[in-house]
């Protein structure tokens, strides 16, 4: 994720490529710069923490690398911000393409994907973004290798390393299968969620040799709440957070240890990505990422979550104030 002589930009790229069977590294995600992020959260604009305090410890605490997009508030220019001053950082930065329009011939559609592009190194200050995404898998059904090609160029002329999509289905990860150039892929998997792993997909994107980053792996603070705040919030999710509450109880685990390791260790992924509000939720959630969690409550998980309802597990069906968020940021990253 941010490039250049000084960033170690190829880093994660690498291991996409080899025996990664290892556990999959923290990214700090930045979505929570969109006032109201998050089905859990309840702070407003003003009483985020600094940016650049965020970034600071994520660095000090070696997280590897930082999530974006232009949608995510003013988080490109945070991070910009940031590099600009400190030149030798080493975090590496993921941004996306924004949602693309209809009707685009060929080179509007390039014109397009380059502009942005170029809008977010420049709000980003790198030389390079180490890792660009379509934001919406959707414009790749539409546009199909037009797209694909001018995502290439964009690599060809230095100004992204590695391109990829942000999927939300497993029928939109299989479809990035039929274009080799894109070599990375952000899904969403969490505990009431994992058909990604079971329906074989990131089986077939690992053997492609294609990295993954998985997102929404707290499912937006859901898994963390109370189960009668979860109802309120998600009605029908009260038995399956209740459940999930006792399982980790049962092995003497928080919940977010839980959720977070088990995307950390099951999930096939190397990267996690997962997005805070402040510097000791950021400190927290770095000592859970690497807290030892019993094989066993991820074995439970998997059994006691295989049926977990789309109403519950899918925060585009929530009828809740944040279900419209999650629509329009639908690579959102917790």
Not at 48 to 54: G, R
Not at 140 to 147: A, D, V
Not at 201 to 206: A, D, E, S
Not at 213 to 221: K, N, T
Request: with cysteine; glycine share 10%; aromatic share 4%.
């Amino acid at each position: 994720m941010a490039s250049g002589s000084h960033r170690n930009g190829s880093a994660i790229l690498k291991r996409a490529h080899g025996a990664s069977c290892e556990p999959a590294e923290l990214i700090l995600g930045t979505a929570q710069r969109i006032p109201g992020y998050g089905v859990a959260s309840s702070i407003g604009p003003s009483e985020h923490t600094s940016a650049q305090a965020l970034l600071q410890t994520a660095e000090r605490l070696g997280v590897i690398g930082l999530d974006t997009a232009p949608g995510y508030g003013d988080a490109e220019v945070q991070i910009g911000a940031y590099f600009g001053a400190n030149g030798s950082c080493r975090l590496q930065v993921c941004s996306k393409l924004p949602a693309l329009p209809d009707g685009l011939d060929p080179r509007a559609l390039a014109a397009a994907v380059h502009r942005a592009a170029h809008a977010s190194r420049t709000n980003l200050r790198v030389p390079r973004i180490d890792a660009y995404l379509l934001h919406s898998a959707t414009d790749l059904g539409r546009y199909g290798q037009p797209l694909v090609d001018a995502l290439v160029e964009l690599q060809e002329l230095g100004v992204v390393e590695t391109i990829g999509v942000s999927v939300y289905t497993p029928e939109e990860a299989v479809a990035v299968l039929r274009y080799p150039a894109l070599q990375r892929v952000q899904l969403p998997l969490h505990l009431f969620d994992r058909r990604m792993v079971s329906t074989g997909v990131v089986g077939k994107l690992r053997d492609a040799g294609v990295h993954i980053d998985v997102r929404s792996v707290l499912l937006q603070g859901l898994l963390l709440l109370d189960p009668d705040a979860a109802e309120a919030k998600v009605p029908g999710a009260f038995p399956w957070v209740d459940t999930l509450r006792t399982l980790a109880a049962r092995h003497e685990v928080d919940r977010c240890t839980l959720a977070l390791g088990y995307a950390r260790h099951r999930s096939g992924a190397q990267g996690v990505v997962v997005g805070v509000d402040s510097v000791a939720q950021l400190e927290a959630t770095h000592a859970a990422f690497g807290a030892p969690v019993p094989a066993a409550a991820f074995d439970e998980a998997d059994a006691l979550f295989a049926e977990v309802p789309a109403l519950v597990r899918d925060p585009r069906r929530w009828p809740a104030p944040g279900a419209t968020v999650a629509r329009d940021v639908a690579g959102a990253t917790t």
